[in-house]
């Protein structure tokens, strides 16, 4: 077992993905807002999800923040994560006027524009030479900030998308990623592992082998398509039915989560299905357990009404939150949760029915028809403060008839965000459409849970398509 890990409350953090990741290194973690044990503990992580205002306005205020900034400057082992390496810099793009750290001599800049804003997927990671802790692989990125030039006296990993931004930066025994490892599967698992291992100055038995940016080869500009499990659950259990009725038992989430990851799954959604219809919260004791047994990223919804709910959801273990009936009842919600957690941690779900050569809004798991159109909704979402956007095709859902191209592509053309594709997948050749139609990722649930494909099925089905995947 490794010594005991500190893992810093900063009041929006995804402590429970965190200390998951590190519970599956046999290492102790333990949550602390003291400054004076960061800066005596052997090793600290500064976690990140939220807004760079918020958090970084009261670090900057604290003893705490003064602790990790000495701790730092110190070489002490140190492992700052997404928000938490912009929260090193001096300042950031999205909040002017609000001082970072300063620990690093540079300012966050907002990924440019004519890309999808915030960058969610696997994105290819390059480490440059000099990095001993970093290599080169496909992580899991979620933010629309990030530094554009390498700190002096840093060595440093890069990731394109609409130009060339830091992954991450090592020195020493101090390793601060843009990107989150502990939801990058096993190649975050093993970087976790270099940085456990790392002596006091950084130095590890052997160097690793490192992917040079300036080499030739294949490159890509933007984050990989995901394979997105969903897991509708009702009373504990996993179900499925078709158009949101007929629900059948599917098995136990936990258990469904854990073979989905090991196919190769990209990300999960949890939904409870049945919250919302029940005026009820979530049932948060089923994203403990699917958190405690993946390393992957895991998007949550049902019956979130509040910036409190869908604190509690993140505290289970959930990376983003998604609402649906409640932002519809209030947009004002989607303004409040990314004003606290970052748009990245808000997600609208939008479930749309065709109706008269448009499409509707329908809320309450399909139950309620808004006379809202669908794509106006998404956009009115987009500038409110959603992140992404589930979009299922209620007409499509449970039937494996393939997904509603023509409103997958009207909504992408209308929001700069990512989008989801759900409803009425069945094969390879259906996502590689709806992938085509603008969706960055394609949600499916029955084909997996009758077991007539495994995500690794699909993927080598999109790989033959010509559909770049990660492996």
Same mark, same amino acid.
């Given at each position: ?6 893992? +810093?409350?900063? #009041? ?20 602390? =807002? @003291?400054?004076?044990?960061? =800066? ?41 994560? *997404?928000?938490?390496?912009? $929260? ?5 793009? =999205? ?12 300012? +966050? ?16 990671? $390059?480490?440059?030479?000099? *990095? ?26 890069? !990731? ?18 843009? !990107?989150?490892?502990?939801? @990058? ?17 950084? %130095? ?16 890509? @500009? ?7 499990? *969903? ?47 029940? #005026? ?64 990245? *941690? ?41 992140? =992404? ?24 053309? %209308? ?30 649930? @029955? ?25």
């Amino acid at each position: 077992m490794s010594e005991e890990v500190l893992v +810093v409350r900063t #009041g929006t953090a995804n402590l429970a993905s965190v200390r998951a990741a590190f519970d599956r290194l046999d290492t102790v973690t333990r949550v602390t =807002e @003291s400054a004076g044990e960061v =800066e005596g503990a052997a090793r600290v992580v500064l976690p990140g999800v939220g807004s760079f205002g918020a958090v970084a306005a009261g670090l900057t205020r604290s003893a705490l923040g003064r602790a990790i900034g000495r701790r730092i400057a110190a070489g002490r082992p140190t492992l700052a994560v *997404c928000l938490g390496l912009q $929260l090193l810099a001096e300042g950031s793009e =999205e909040a002017p006027g609000v001082a970072g750290l300063g620990v690093i001599p540079a300012t +966050v800049r907002s990924l440019p524009p004519g890309v999808r804003r915030p960058q969610l997927g696997w994105n290819r990671v $390059l480490a440059a030479s000099g *990095c001993r802790l970093l290599r080169g692989g496909d992580a899991y990125f979620a933010n629309s900030f990030a530094l554009a030039e390498a700190p002096s006296g840093w060595s440093c990993a890069w !990731f394109e998308h609409g130009g060339r931004f830091v992954a991450a930066v090592e020195r020493g025994a101090v390793l601060a990623c843009q !990107f989150h490892p502990e939801l @990058s599967g096993a190649w975050g698992r093993s970087l976790l592992g270099r940085w456990l291992g790392a002596g006091p100055d950084g %130095a590890r038995p052997s160097p690793a082998p490192v992917l040079d940016p300036s080499a030739p080869g294949p490159r890509r @500009s933007s984050p990989l398509p995901r394979i997105i499990p *969903c897991l509708d659950v009702d009373g504990g259990r996993v179900v499925k039915g078709v158009r949101f009725e007929g629900l059948r038992d599917a098995g136990d989430p936990a258990e469904l989560a854990a073979a989905y990851a090991a196919q190769g799954a990209d990300e999960l959604v949890v939904l409870d299905v049945s919250a919302t219809p029940e #005026g009820r919260g979530h049932s948060f004791e089923t994203v403990r357990r699917v958190r405690a047994a993946v390393g992957i990223p895991v998007t949550a919804g049902g019956g979130v009404r509040t910036v409190a709910d869908a604190t509690l959801l993140l505290e289970a273990g959930a990376d983003k939150v998604a609402v649906n009936t409640a932002a519809v009842r209030r947009p004002e919600l989607l303004e409040e949760l990314a004003g606290r957690f970052g748009r990245q *941690c808000t997600v609208l779900a939008l479930d749309a029915r065709g109706t008269g050569g448009r499409w509707e809004v329908v809320v309450r798991s399909g139950r309620e028809r808004t006379g809202i159109d669908a794509v106006a909704w998404a956009r009115a979402a987009a500038v409110a403060g959603a992140g =992404e956007i589930l979009l299922t095709s209620w007409d499509r859902d449970g039937t494996r008839a393939g997904y509603d191209t023509a409103l997958i592509a009207a909504v992408s053309g %209308a929001v700069a965000v990512p989008v989801i594709a759900s409803g009425g997948a069945d094969t390879p050749g259906h996502m590689a459409r709806a992938l085509a139609a603008g969706a960055g990722a394609v949600l499916a649930a @029955s084909i997996f849970h009758d077991n007539d494909a495994t995500v690794g099925d699909i993927k080598a089905g999109l790989a033959r398509l010509g559909v770049e995947v990660r492996q």
